[in-house]
DNA sequence: CCCCGTGCCTACTCGCAGGTAAGATTACTG
DNA sequence: CAGTAATCTTACCTGCGAGTAGGCACGGGG
């Protein structure tokens, strides 16, 4: 899968520390998204790393806080890539949209980033879990803002906040969930999958079974829309 | 949390196996769901089970046949639970509903079950992965049907499949993470939530920002919906 | 009453993986 | 070219937890 697996026949070529440590960071998302925190050895790292054991120790610290530091710098690409796509000076369906098709096109181009984010992270009892809990937080408050400007929901307009980020949290799950699913289908481009379930959180099975679906105002159709 | 954690002051009664299994399989449950599967230890388990640990082996084999067994024993739980729930000759909507009640009926009465069931098994890269991937595969199976039989989907009319079970993984997928948000705000009742995703999925945001809701069939409003 | 089998326990073995001590090697600097 | 400091390594210690050997109690049948 990843290219640059130095052979590791004796010695490593000496690098400055800021590269090692780079390296090093993308062997364990390589590493821990294929196995998951506990099944992954700091041995099988250091292999992939092309480097030895002590030099993980040296640079990153224990295995928790270079497991940390993973899903510190995968989070904060993921959000980076988010922010950048979202179109904030649009209508909320627009901002809506265009969110849903960065984060699918995140996912799509950087498979083991999210497995490393949502599969291993969000399992492990430790500290991880707060570092993810964050970055899910952040991503279900910025959904039930949005929501929350779109109007206000009338059923229960007391409780508007948990209302809608309980919704919010529903919709995060319901973009994790589909990107799994992708994952095992990957035949559709990213546009069309987020088109789905643009459609499904914006119209609903109601008005999609009665035909009535959502279409982007730039006169792309949903399904044919290309990434970026 | 669990009653009954016996005090294990020297030996423990004589019990005939068939209890024993089922008081060591509870206790899996407990442990598995607090720590996760690598996190526990089987000395925990046993000693949570008020029993030795040559009995675990004695009794249920492996670790990761205890673990297996786990996930199977609550796997079929919740299945039956849900199809006990669902009222099968009501239209999509309403059958849709009675599911998504008897889903988080079921989460609220049985934490570590769902625990056990969503977070811990779907991050082990075992033979475990596959029984819940089972699981999930037959309830995105059992909503791509539900979703099938509510008509045709008009914008992608030849990939019906793909099209109802993306969906489908879409919606369990949001019922998952809403699950997982409600053991973190657990003070509302389950009818509640569920009327939630019942709103999202049915009407979605573009209906629920316009004021449109959707109402059980037997005039019950869904935020006053009580549970069972 | 004594025997015997089933249920149960104490007390170990053993391998694996996290973490480290101490020394070898290489690039840069004067 | 020699000194020095950072880089890198081999080879080890150590604790933890899965799994097991072998023996102790307790209740039912002769």
């Known amino acids: ?12 070529k000496r690098l400055p520390r800021a590269v090692r440590e780079r390296q ?10 294929r196995l998951g925190f506990h099944a992954a050895s700091m ?22 806080e270079l497991f940390a530091t993973c899903i510190r710098r995968e989070a904060t690409r993921m959000m980076a890539a988010i ?13 809506l949209w265009s ?29 991880f879990a ?18 929350v400007r779109s109007g206000e929901f009338p059923d229960v307009p007391r409780a508007g906040d948990k209302e809608a980020e309980s919704l919010a949290a529903a919709l995060v799950g319901a973009g994790e969930s589909l990107a799994d699913w992708w994952l095992d289908n990957p035949e559709e481009p ?7 379930l643009m459609n499904l959180v914006w119209m609903g099975f109601g008005d999609l079974v009665a035909g009535h679906v ?15």
Request: aromatic residues 6%.
């Open 43 to 64: 041995d099988e790292i250091s292999e992939v790393a092309g480097i030895s054991k002590p030099m993980l120790y040296a640079y990153l610290g224990s295995k928790e």
């Open 190 to 196: 990213a546009g069309v999958v987020a088109a789905r």
């Open 24 to 33: 090093i960071t993308d062997a364990a998302v390589d590493v821990f998204s």
């Open 214 to 228: 959502w279409h982007p105002p730039s006169r792309r159709a949903p399904g044919t829309a290309e990434q970026d």
């Open 1 to 12: 899968m990843h290219a640059e697996q130095p052979v590791r026949t004796g010695r490593a």
């Open 83 to 95: 922010a950048d796509g979202v179109e904030t000076d649009q209508p909320p369906d627009v901002q």
């Open 99 to 127: 969110g849903l098709r960065a984060f699918f096109g995140f996912v799509g181009g950087n498979r083991p980033s999210w497995q490393v984010l949502h599969r291993q992270a969000s399992s492990q009892g430790g500290p």
């Open 130 to 147: 707060e570092e993810l809990a964050d970055l899910r937080g952040r991503a279900i408050g910025l959904v039930a803002t949005l929501l």
